[in-house]
């Protein structure tokens, strides 16, 4: 078996590792590019709001929140490194965005969501 398989097979098990991590929590994670198009969402959440991913993947969240002068502050501040945390409605839910910058090499390539509902536990 070639090294580069084997670096293949490592990745997709960390791959399948983390889906099944969030696929059986509570929250929904999503990546935002910085023009907050949808890449990717995935987590039970979704499931419990009778969400899928194409639901969500390419939309604009800037569009989903036209009217939440709040939420766009939060996310310039962390499109410039910070982390947010933000009370939303989406779905007919009151939840709770936290918002990470994702970097590489010290530039935010993108934002990574979690969202869970309003009064969980768990979310910090």
């Known amino acids: 078996v070639s090294q580069s398989k084997l670096i293949e097979e490592k990745l997709n098990i960390i791959i ?21 198009i949808i890449l990717f969402a995935g987590g039970k959440l979704m499931n419990d709001f009778g969400l899928k991913a194409d639901d969500l993947i390419s939309k604009n969240i800037y569009e989903m929140h036209q009217d939440d002068s709040v939420f766009r502050e939060q996310m310039k501040k962390v499109i410039n490194g910070e982390v947010a945390t933000v009370s939303t409605s989406m779905f007919n839910k009151n939840l709770k965005v936290k918002l990470h910058p994702f970097y590489t090499k010290e530039v935010v390539l993108s934002v990574i969501a979690v969202i869970t509902m309003m009064g969980d536990v768990t979310s910090e």
Do not use: P
């Open 16 to 36: 399948d590792k983390y889906n099944f991590a969030i696929n059986k929590t509570d929250v929904i994670v999503a990546e935002l590019n910085l023009d907050g």
